[in-house]
């Protein structure tokens, strides 16, 4: 009961850190014009809230293991909080930029110590059950368009739906500090902090950890800044925001399906052959929809290609893991580094080439990320079983 009620705490978390990931990609065409800024401006702040994840992921890891997981996970949600009410009460952009950059190292911390914790906690299952956390997650970002939606239909400011997620926060916050259990505590490490160090450097001469690494490079890029640009993108082929945000909502909705049938698959099936098996159907699902002109056909196969590419960075995470479990903080700190490096390149470079070259960019740019997801998955296959594990 315990571990079920853990993994319902963190699972709301991520959710609400969805949300929180999510809602600004469909409001860019409207803060762009609330603040007065063109798209490569709010693109630059995407990537900045990219940064500050980066910024988590190289350190908290490291920390938690030294000073404790609940230690860590409080100032991470504690964070978010103040970054959401700082976001809502925001008067310009550069005040909006601060806020979202907190708001990024907040989320970098509660996603690394959250999928730490499931990870220890549920040992003989992990992969299903990062699988299943992240869909938390993903349930989140599904509701943030519906939210943006219903907010503009009732013509009420934009603003409310940050206030919100700060106010739920802090009640959840309450709730999962009064949890007791082994992998989420305040215990600290004997162990020197430079010792930490030096075993988190060993792990990035771990061929399999780089693989992965680079496989979370990819995803995360393409996932993050095809759903950022997913409304602007539609509203060139005439579809207005509103309709935008619903149409990314059921995208979303559909990533999550894909991600819980990949976690039902991953106990009959090998994990790295889903990973290629799924990135070779996520290529093709998205190359056919770019060079279709019929708008519901196109919509189909874009909903295609992210219920076959959802899963792929949640399993490459849970091999990493199972190089070195004892030092899943710093396992995933390295994973999501990669990770969020290519979120800041992918959202500056999507949003530089929409401005300046052609909406249809962050087309192009999926397809090559996409493409390459393909080899590095084919790579990872014949190294996986045979590579030294980091003690």
Not at 69 to 75: E, V
Not at 340 to 354: H, M, N, P, R, S
Request: hydrophobic residues 55%.
């Amino acid at each position: 009961m315990a571990r079920k009620k853990i993994f319902l705490f963190f699972f709301t978390q991520l959710f609400l850190v969805g949300i929180g990931g999510s809602i600004i990609g469909p409001l860019i065409p409207i803060l762009a014009d609330s603040f007065e800024v063109n798209l490569s401006i709010v693109g630059s702040t995407l990537s900045l809230n990219a940064f500050g994840l980066l910024l988590a992921s190289l350190f908290s890891g490291i920390l938690s293991e030294k000073f404790g997981k609940k230690n860590i996970f409080t100032w991470g949600s504690i964070l978010f909080t103040v970054s959401f009410f700082s976001l809502f009460f925001s008067n310009n952009f550069i005040y909006f930029t601060l806020g979202y950059i907190v708001f990024g190292i907040s989320w970098g911390i509660i996603s690394i110590i959250s999928v730490s914790i499931i990870s220890d906690t549920f040992e003989l299952n992990r992969s299903k059950a990062i699988i299943r956390l992240d869909i938390g997650y993903l349930i989140g970002a599904f509701i943030a368009p519906v939210l943006v939606s219903g907010i503009l239909f009732l013509n009420i400011s934009w603003r409310y739906i940050f206030l919100f997620v700060a106010l739920i926060n802090v009640f959840l916050l309450i709730l999962i500090l009064s949890l007791k259990l082994e992998s989420f505590d305040n215990k600290k490490s004997d162990e020197k902090f430079i010792s930490i160090l030096s075993t988190s450097r060993r792990f990035l001469s771990n061929l399999v950890i780089i693989l992965c690494g680079i496989i979370g490079f990819l995803h995360f890029g393409l996932g993050f800044s095809f759903g950022a640009w997913f409304t602007t993108y539609f509203k060139s082929l005439g579809v207005p925001v509103t309709i935008g945000s619903l149409i990314l909502g059921l995208n979303l909705l559909i990533f999550s399906i894909g991600m819980f049938v990949q976690s039902c698959l991953i106990s009959k099936y090998n994990e790295k052959r889903l990973m290629q098996f799924f990135s070779i159907l996520a290529f093709i699902f998205l190359l056919t929809s770019f060079f279709l002109d019929q708008l519901i056909l196109k919509i189909i196969f874009i909903l295609l290609f992210n219920f076959s590419f959802s899963g792929i960075a949640s399993i490459s995470l849970s091999l990493c893991i199972k190089q070195s479990p004892r030092y899943s903080s710093s396992i995933t700190s390295i994973r999501n580094s990669f990770g969020f490096i290519g979120v800041i390149i992918f959202q500056y470079t999507a949003g530089y080439l929409t401005e300046n070259f052609s909406l249809d960019s962050i087309f192009y740019t999926s397809l090559v990320a996409s493409f390459l997801l393909i080899i590095f998955t084919s790579v990872l296959n014949p190294h996986y079983e045979f590579d030294r594990k980091v003690s």
